[in-house]
DNA sequence: CGATCGCTTGATTCCGATCAACAGGAGTGG
DNA sequence: CCACTCCTGTTGATCGGAATCAAGCGATCG
């Protein structure tokens, strides 16, 4: 068992704990066209499902649990890219390597697809499948373009953002239950651990939210958060 | 004809001054399957050639100058998502409407194309057509991914970068023609003009690079930029 | 129960923003 | 030609927000 902790930046931050373990056949959450021609698979906390510049041979669902996709510099600052919640494909490329890594956070189910079978449908019969795939090439280049956003946002503006992205991703209902760390919060809005956790407490301060839990947030007022969201 | 411009946003830092001419038959400068189906069309310096929200009827492909493609926020902050240059096709959406402005930097000669034309052959005809428009939107979101690294970079090293990604696209051997502003390169980059120009000074000083004109580059030490670059 | 981990809170530092003045062209008109 | 303005970019002084450094705290777990 891997003892290796507290390294903390100077490398990875969250070490991948457990590699691809074999397929394990297990009930799929919903259909559609391409899900039907997977596996489901599990991954532990943590583990790692792909790494950056792999062979991009597989395209994954989320079924349930949470994912990050992110790049790491040399020094070991790392940018998450994305976060991919039950529902979410990802790890679709067009290129022949994988541009980011993926890592598990919470234990999650995934559905993995292999790439040659969906291009080999996209390419013979059916041209409603390459529409698909680039419906969703699309939708993740908007996300990441009204992401982009945050380099011209304050602190308080990300994280009000990010929050309201969370609220509109899992409709629980005024209350945000978050499967990721702060270091992975503040990694995805390109702050530190502390500014997040601060800016937390100003926004609880201010009214606009609750924590009752560490890793849940209440959302008490939206339209202020909307207008700090700027 | 629309005479309908200078609306524009609540502060702009660049007005636009021309909207679009009339479509003006002109030399396309090189050929492929896209570009045939097209008008050429000039603009003016800071015209505006589309804005956010506007439906997105028409495909864009720069033959000569440079284009701008940017959001601005309530207050004023604008962000610029991407520099076009000649070659580059841009304004390619799966939505109904454009998720970004989009202006003429400096005198810009593009071929506007009908995107209904394009989605037509895509879906009857030629599935090649369709991916191609998937290939095209992998690489923009390729290119923005890269440069959601800047969020987790300094000043020095996201300046440093942006010269690079600059010298890599204007293959003009070692000297960099930058024909956008201060401004425009420091909102792409989510800085300033001060810390612009200050960078550019440092990196000059450490003899990285040459400014013997304001907007005309020499990288004399590729490697110390990339260095910089993390 | 200590131990570890994830998070919070406080003190201080520092990078880049802001405020402010100035310099160098480019164009204009006398 | 020069005097003028306008515009872009540079340079300097100061400020401020977030990073960094450093404890401390409260869960969860062996």
Redesign the interface.
């Known amino acids: 068992m891997l003892t290796q902790t507290a390294i903390r930046n100077v490398s990875p931050r969250q070490p991948a704990t457990q590699p691809h373990r074999g397929p394990v056949p297990s009930a799929a959450s919903q259909t559609g066209t391409i899900e039907l021609m997977g596996a489901c698979m599990s991954f532990g906390a943590n583990a790692e499902i792909y790494g950056e510049n792999e062979p991009a041979e597989y395209l994954y669902k989320v079924v349930s649990g949470t994912v990050r996709t992110y ?1 790491v ?3 070991g ?3 998450i ?1 994305a976060f991919h919640l039950p529902g979410d494909i990802f790890g679709l ?3 022949e390597v994988h ?2 890594s993926a890592e598990a956070i919470t234990e999650c189910k995934i559905i993995v697809i292999k790439r040659s079978t969906v291009m080999a449908l ?2 013979r019969d059916n ?1 409603d499948v ?2 698909q ?3 969703l ?6 996300r ?9 946002k304050s602190a308080e503006e990300r994280v009000a953002g990010f929050l309201l992205e969370m609220a509109d991703r899992v409709p629980s209902g005024g209350a945000v239950e978050l499967p990721m760390s702060r270091q992975d919060i503040a ?1 995805y ?2 702050l530190t651990i502390e500014t997040v956790s601060r800016t937390l407490k100003h926004l609880e301060d201010a009214a606009a939210i609750e924590v009752p839990k560490r890793r849940r947030i209440l959302l008490r007022n939206r339209s202020a958060l909307r207008r700090l969201n ?1």
């Open positions: 790049k510099l040399v020094d600052r790392r940018q890219g490329e067009t290129g541009t980011f996209a390419a041209n390459a529409r795939m680039w419906g090439t699309a939708r993740e280049l908007r990441l373009q009204e992401h982009s956003l945050v380099l011209i990694d809005l390109g700027a």
